[in-house]
């Protein structure tokens, strides 16, 4: 099965980059139905992603890469090709520790903002959204095609 995984990022273009990829319109899911593709995929599965930026956080992303590899499934990420899993591709030791450690300071940087200032449940939300924003940014800034992380260089 093919899937995509899909966010309000996304335009024409990029659903004429799933459409290529052969992903039915019913295999598009939004990163909040993470957990139902996570239920039903199986070895041999491919998920297609435009960036890494469509996950809801870097934990959201690390931990469902860890279901892609142990499916026996595939990732793959256009706009970041560095961060490509499954079929016998897994990532080095020192990518591995470094989605650890960004996952862990997103998390703690969050946690810290949270507790430290009074705000309503919106404020809360929107400060954690900030937070995964930026970790996102940077996680897809790092391993971009372009960025600094190149294969073979």
Do not use: W
Request: hydrophobic fraction near 45%; glycine fraction near 8%.
């Amino acid at each position: 099965m093919v899937y995509g995984i899909i966010s309000a990022k996304d335009n024409q273009t990029s659903l004429a980059y799933f459409k290529s990829k052969k992903v039915s319109q019913g295999n598009m899911v939004t990163a909040d139905r993470l957990q139902q593709v996570a239920n039903v995929l199986s070895a041999g599965d491919v998920i297609h992603v435009v960036s890494v930026d469509r996950f809801p956080s870097v934990n959201a992303f690390v931990i469902f890469a860890g279901i892609v590899l142990k499916t026996g499934a595939s990732m793959r990420i256009l706009e970041q090709p560095y961060l490509d899993i499954g079929n016998g591709k897994h990532y080095k030791a020192s990518i591995e520790a470094h989605l650890q450690v960004l996952a862990g300071l997103e998390s703690a940087n969050a946690n810290r903002l949270v507790t430290a200032l009074k705000l309503t449940d919106a404020g809360k939300e929107y400060v954690i959204r900030c937070v995964t924003d930026i970790s996102l940014g940077m996680l897809a800034k790092t391993y971009a095609s372009d960025g600094v992380l190149r294969r073979g260089n």
